[in-house]
């Protein structure tokens, strides 16, 4: 349809510079400059190292955007851009550019929340998102349950982390089993050949008394330390550590724990639709537990795939065009970036 | 040809239009708002305002001037960046100049010590024959400046005033947009290709590599 918003989307929420274009719910562009291996060294993401990455990399990032989608910025309806939450020196890089861009080329610009963000990228592969709807996000900078009622609206959160995010444990044990950063691949490829039950790691805020209190909340850091304290009463006692079957029981339990609040958050709130996003959803046995679990409560997955699940500009573009869609306002010139941005701020207000 | 100044390498948050002609320039507008922390938030609504005050339209501009500093990184990118974008967007080359060479400048003539604040009790320094600078910009700390000026200028000069030791010219803290759009008139005259504006940062990012694993049991 050629009345279907054209938005250009931005972000540099953490170590990846994208920006994609998006017409309706389809995607046109999807260009990505990551800074991944100039933190590997350092065993997570240093901010100063991304923020200098961003700067450098928005220019010829936006003209392959631009090229791939065979748009120029004057064609464009408006540009959206993650305003948080996020790192954020790294959040003022794209949200600068985006001014810039938008003053250049006299467009609206949307100061968009990155959680929201990569929710609203599920409909370039599965077309409207049938709401209420309840997301699952998973990262190694987030890990929360959100009811989606109008993604355009406002999102309610349920639960999320009380420690560390999911994608951090996996960054943690993978250094602990000597893999490289980031550790989610490393683990996924490690646990295809380990036993899943070798193991009994514990699941954090799953007993009576913490559900009460955390019904829809997760914890890691428990997890975590737990794997630590057996991976080295192995090597105090001087036996070989099974990589494969840590790797293995350690992604069981956190999978576990993720996909069984999130079919009970479904459950308890007449949900029968979850979308997994996230640098986390690309792990294998999360896909296939979430899956099982689902059709057993008659409740329908839906996963983009792993390219759209990890940050990228599509998904900023695709909750922009949802919101000019919408007739949502746009923000103001004065938009700051907010590293601790609130999930019932879709778009910052006009 | 008209031309788009910005700088945010100090506190201020510097944008300015002017008009650089064959034997000469002259200002049109110019803002400048202070507060280290905003500006990200302040520098696109001051661009538009400077553009309306001196009643141009960013299509009409010709060239883009920008200061890479040094400066605090997060401050300074803001201006890089978003001179970048506007750059990239309506094909207008960009020019970088030295953010202290536009203070020195200013300064007029003598020698001149010029400090600005790169926080963490550092300043970011450089000396100035007659407005031209004499050897490359610095950071460290007041007591290691090595002074050789009669008068220092910079907010950073004012904040460590006694350190340095120098009459201080407090009229000149903040880069002018003018001087600025003075330091790349030749090029700008020239029709010379634009350049990518790689910050000025002197500094390494503050990171160190992963030490080996901590140990969780007694
Ligand atoms: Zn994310």
Redesign the pocket.
């Given at each position: 349809m050629p009345d279907e918003p054209l938005v250009l989307g931005i972000e540099t929420?953490?170590d990846e510079t994208g920006v994609g274009v998006v017409r309706g719910h389809t995607l046109l562009a999807d260009a990505l400059a990551s800074s991944v291996d100039q933190h590997a060294r350092f065993g997570g993401v240093v901010p100063e190292v991304a923020s200098r990455a961003h700067l450098e990399a928005m220019v010829p990032t936006m003209q392959r955007a631009l090229d791939e989608a065979g748009v120029t910025l004057a064609d464009v309806d408006a540009i959206a851009v993650t305003a948080g939450p996020g790192l954020a020196g790294a959040l003022l890089v794209g949200v600068a550019a985006a001014k810039g861009y938008a003053l250049a080329a006299d467009k609206p610009v949307y100061g968009v929340n990155?959680?929201a963000a990569?929710v609203a990228v599920d409909t370039l592969e599965h077309g409207p998102l049938p709401e209420p709807a309840v997301a699952l996000?998973v990262?190694g900078?987030?890990s929360s349950l959100l009811r989606v009622d109008d993604l355009t609206a406002g999102v309610t959160p349920l639960g999320a982390t009380i420690d560390d995010a999911a994608g951090e444990a996996f960054d943690k044990v993978a250094r602990l089993l000597g893999m490289g950063f980031p550790g989610g691949p490393a683990i996924d490829r490690a646990a295809r050949d380990g036993d899943a039950g070798a193991i009994a790691f514990p699941r954090g805020l799953t007993a009576p008394k913490d559900l009460a209190a955390h019904r829809f909340d997760f914890s890691f850091s428990g997890l975590k330390t737990a794997v630590a304290r057996w991976v080295e009463a192995r090597e105090r006692a001087g036996e070989p550590v099974p990589v494969s079957d840590v790797a293995a029981a350690f992604q069981d339990a956190v999978c576990d724990v993720l996909t069984a609040k999130a079919i009970d958050a479904c459950r308890t709130h007449g949900v029968r639709t979850l979308v997994i996003g996230?640098?986390v959803a690309a792990n294998s046995r999360l896909r296939v537990l979430a899956e099982q679990r689902a059709a057993k409560a008659g409740i329908r997955v839906r996963v983009p795939r792993p390219g759209l699940c990890?940050?990228n500009g599509a998904m900023v573009a695709a909750l922009g065009s949802r919101l000019v869609a919408a007739g949502v306002a746009a923000s103001p010139l004065d938009l700051p970036a907010d590293s601790a941005m609130s999930l019932t701020t879709v778009a910052v207000a006009g | 040809m008209l031309v788009l100044a910005l700088d945010t390498a100090t506190p201020a948050s510097v944008a300015a239009v002017a008009e650089v002609t064959d034997d000469g320039m002259r200002g049109l507008a110019e803002r400048r708002t202070v507060d280290p922390r905003a500006h990200g938030e302040l520098l696109a609504p001051q661009i538009s305002a400077t553009l309306d005050e001196a009643g141009v339209r960013l299509r009409e501009v010709g060239a883009i001037v920008a200061g890479l500093g040094p400066g605090p990184f997060t401050g300074l990118r803001v201006g890089l960046v978003t001179a970048a974008a506007i750059g990239q967007a309506l094909r207008l080359p960009t020019y970088g100049v030295c953010t202290l060479d536009a203070l020195g400048r200013t300064a007029g003539p003598g020698r001149v010590l010029v400090a600005t604040d790169a926080r963490r009790r550092e300043v970011y320094v450089a000396t100035y024959q007659d407005g031209v600078r004499v050897g490359e910009p610095d950071v460290c700390r007041p007591a290691e400046v090595r002074v050789d000026a009669d008068r220092a200028v910079g907010e950073g000069a004012i904040r460590y005033s006694e350190v340095f030791g120098l009459p201080i010219d407090e009229r000149v803290q903040f880069p002018p947009g003018a001087a600025l759009v003075a330091l790349a008139a030749d090029r700008i005259r020239a029709g010379a290709p634009g350049e990518p504006l790689t910050p000025l940062y002197l500094r390494h990012p503050d990171a160190v590599a992963s030490a080996s694993r901590k140990h969780v049991l007694q």
């Open positions: 929420s953490c990155h959680l990569h996000l990262s900078g987030h996230g640098g990890t940050d | -």
